[in-house]
């Protein structure tokens, strides 16, 4: 008998119980998915570093280390291992593509993992090169094949002997002018310190990677007392892939709280007010199963067993969901997968987010339990008497002169608003949530257009890139620059505030390399000082007239020099002028070319040549990803206001069905019943549209910060986005009002006015 009952319940206040069970499966599946999304990228990351011994601390130097340097390294109380190691960008003989060739003496560390077949690593293998599997992929090499290399005037021929991926390039960026990594043009290598022996006739190691539980301040201490060099130290969360890898993290953390509580919020506040009405409207019903025999037990699990569908029907189609969001975006093809490079994809859902599905499970039960328990208190024939609404007073408005001159569907739909508040909050809140969504996601979306266009279209205004090789002579780099005509820069590194900082020297005569100030205005590099980005001076606390201290990067050499500008900029950079850089004799090599030439001829002194072009690419693979997120965003958006709008519509009828009855009896046709109903909720709408606005302007500024700190965005929105905002939720509004207002055709007048007291 309740089975059916429960049963007739549900398909009565379906509407109601499907936008829970909505509201609760997108909750719990952003929840899931988002959740999953970052412990996955913990966790597969982790197995990485650590299968590949990733180090904690990394010594920096621009001359090689020693056989006793690293002895000495090795001999401080806390050091665990360490080796030398060496990274340093090769070219494909032949081609325009970089390896960034690796080397490694203890295997141990900062290694890799071999993918597939392959030979094991021997450390007198003198031919044996281990390749990028992904680099392999996308130029059809493989396990046996001849691979080439060219290092200023060598030439290195070997044998692939594997595919690898590594801790060291899970993240495979050459520069920080791409986002994503370029397979085509960029990858890396493994080969033994007797290779390169035998190729060069020398052993040189730029680095010494240390494994040690000490902390920084520990370990760079015993560095400077055992060493009488100058070297910079970086912890292994200051290294590039971990670095990365950690960042997303905290942005899956920030996208697992955001969106799902918003959605769970919605899911409880429909439960409440759902089950309160639920019970309200079956209290007759209440009344004739205790007079039947039922005990008190039965009845209340009769109705937490409505709570209980919805978690469970809710739970189910959650999982489901965030699994498929975990899966979309964690593996080799997804958003994810094109951008770390990972040898194992496995999905791990936190336990927490067990715990939180069961307990909103107990939530909704509770809420169940309370919204009815006060029904079965007195006797079978008290709980028989229908549910009296309470007598409601005049409010001060009702009694104003201005209450007199208003229409009556105006008074009707005010009255309605001010004693129905809790509804009229749940209306108001539901489109604020959409309103928050919709200009968050698409203001997003302007923000990195807005990006593109300062940093990319109008920043880069040249359409190569040329890289020189290490050795070539300041005249030689000259020669070309005048050759295609065009702007150059060099780079070199000073110590500030015992941290390790680049400088760029820029030529920029024929504005084709373009710098942006703090205020959005583009600006010359003047010739007597310097010039920081953002980042580095909020980090720093530098102010525009400062002079900062700098010493040259290996040497005891250093530098007054005075702070002109605070830029914005694609790199964590400081800036100065040729010509201001050589009246302080400050030590810089031309490395970049910039130049509008379409063909570059091949060079001796050109390593690479990379196009703006493919810039833009790298970053478009991006904005792929950020395209597919607004979307997912704004379908959530719509989905939220069609749910909450329609089970509010629907609730707002079925609580007013005898007034509306009573509307038609004296004559009100079911169009203009219907206008009373589609004008509150447009004004509802209006409203939470009105408050939103700004709250997700608010919500935009947070997201850049948690989802996009690595790179200097000014958070903007344009009018077109607030235009499209306004009109999808009063549209959705609209629509949905409309489909709830045709109800009013099936009022039954005598039947609804029969109890009538």
């Known amino acids: 008998m309740l089975f059916k009952k429960l049963i007739r319940t549900m398909k009565r206040y379906k509407a109601q119980f499907i936008s829970m069970i909505i509201m609760f499966a997108i909750g719990m599946g952003v929840f899931f998915g988002a959740n999953t999304e970052w412990v ?7 197995s990485l570093f650590e299968k590949t011994g990733y180090a904690d601390y990394r010594l920096v130097m621009k001359t090689s280390f020693s056989e006793d340097d690293l002895l000495k390294i090795q001999g401080i109380e806390g ?18 593509n970089v390896l960034t060739l690796s080397v490694t003496e203890d295997i141990t560390i900062s290694s890799f993992m071999l993918i597939g077949d392959g030979i094991e690593y021997s450390a007198t293998d003198e031919k044996g090169i281990y390749l990028s599997d992904k680099y392999a992929s996308h130029h059809d090499l493989k396990v046996g094949d001849s691979l080439s290399l060219s290092y200023l005037n060598y030439q290195m021929t070997g044998e692939i002997r594997g595919l ?21 043009t960029y990858g890396f290598c493994y080969v033994t310190p007797q290779f390169l022996e035998k190729n060069l006739g020398m052993t040189f190691y730029n680095q ?11 370990i760079s201490k015993e560095v400077d007392r055992v060493l009488d060099k100058s070297v910079i130290l970086l912890s292994k969360e200051e290294a590039t892939s971990y670095a990365l890898s950690e960042g997303e993290i905290e942005e899956g953390k920030t996208m697992g709280s955001i969106l799902p509580t918003l959605f769970l919020l919605i899911a409880i506040l429909t439960m409440i007010t759902t089950m309160h009405r639920l019970t309200m409207n079956e209290k007759t019903q209440i009344g004739i199963l205790k007079a039947l025999g039922f005990k008190d037990k039965k009845i209340i699990f009769h109705y937490l067993s409505y709570a209980l569908f919805v978690g469970v029907v809710g739970s189910i189609l959650g999982i489901a969901l965030g699994y498929g969001m975990g899966y979309m975006i964690m593996n080799p093809n ?3 997968g094109t951008y770390m490079d990972l040898p194992t994809w496995h999905l791990y859902v936190p336990w927490y987010c067990w715990v939180a599905l069961l307990g909103m499970n107990l939530l909704f039960v509770l809420i169940a339990y309370f919204s009815m328990k006060h029904m079965l208190q007195g006797s079978a024939s008290e709980t028989l008497r229908p549910y009296t609404p ?5 409010t001060l408005l009702e009694k104003s002169k201005t209450w007199q001159k208003m229409s009556f569907g105006t008074q009707w739909n005010l009255r309605d608003i001010m004693r129905h508040k809790v509804r009229t909050f749940m209306t108001i809140f539901g489109v604020l949530g959409c309103t928050i969504l919709t200009v968050g996601s698409l203001g997003m979306k302007d923000t990195m257009n807005l990006f593109v266009n300062t940093f990319y279209e109008k920043g880069m205004n040249y359409e190569n890139r040329i890289t020189l090789k290490e050795d070539i002579s300041e005249e030689n780099a000259l020669l070309l620059a005048e050759k295609y005509e065009g702007d150059y820069s060099g780079s070199s590194y000073v110590i500030m505030n015992d941290a390790l900082q680049n400088v760029e020297i820029y030529n920029a005569e024929h504005d084709y390399v373009r710098f942006i100030n703090d205020q959005e205005e583009w600006i010359p590099l003047e010739n007597n000082g310097i010039y920081v980005c953002s980042r580095i001076a909020k980090d720093n606390h530098i102010q525009v007239g400062d002079v900062l ?13 005075k702070v002109l500008g605070i830029l914005r900029s694609l790199s964590e950079s400081m800036v100065m002028s040729e010509d201001y850089a050589k009246a ?4 810089y090599s031309i490395q970049y070319i910039y130049t509008q030439e379409q063909n570059i001829a091949s060079d001796a002194n050109v390593k690479a040549v990379q196009s703006k072009a493919k810039i833009v690419q790298s970053f478009g693979t991006f904005m792929e990803i950020m395209d597919m997120m607004v979307v997912l965003l704004i379908v959530a958006a719509i989905v939220l206001g069609v749910v909450v709008l329609y089970n509010l519509g629907v609730m707002s009828f079925m609580e007013r069905y005898r007034e509306m009855a009573t509307l038609k009896v004296i004559g009100f046709k079911d169009k203009k019943i219907g206008k009373l109903l589609i004008t509150q909720n447009l004004w509802t709408s209006l409203v939470g549209l009105i408050i939103g606005i700004p709250l997700g302007l608010l919500t935009l500024k947070y997201l850049v910060v948690a989802l996009a700190s690595e790179y200097e965005m000014t958070v903007t929105i344009s009018w077109l986005t607030y235009l499209v905002s306004t009109i999808l939720m009063l549209g959705v509004t609209l629509v949905v009002s409309m489909f709830v207002a045709r109800k009013n055709k099936k009022i039954q007048m005598v039947e609804s006015l029969k109890y009538v007291d």
Do not use: W
Not at 40 to 46: A, M, P
Not at 164 to 184: A, Q
Not at 549 to 561: H, M, N, P
């Open 549 to 561: 201290s700098l010493t040259y990067y290996g040497s005891e050499q250093k530098f007054e020099v």
């Open 584 to 587: 302080i004799s400050f030590p």
């Open 334 to 336: 997804g958003s994810m």
């Open 390 to 394: 309470k007598k409601m007073k005049r």
């Open 208 to 218: 010494i990677h240390i494994m040690s539980s000490l902390s920084k301040e520990e």
């Open 79 to 96: 050091v665990d291992k360490a080796t030398r190691f060496l990274a340093n960008n090769v070219n494909v003989t032949g081609t325009d």
């Open 164 to 184: 690898v991926k590594s801790g060291e390039y899970m993240v495979c960026l050459p520069d920080s002018s791409l986002i994503m990594p370029d397979y085509d």
């Open 40 to 46: 996955t990228i913990k966790k597969n990351t982790s």
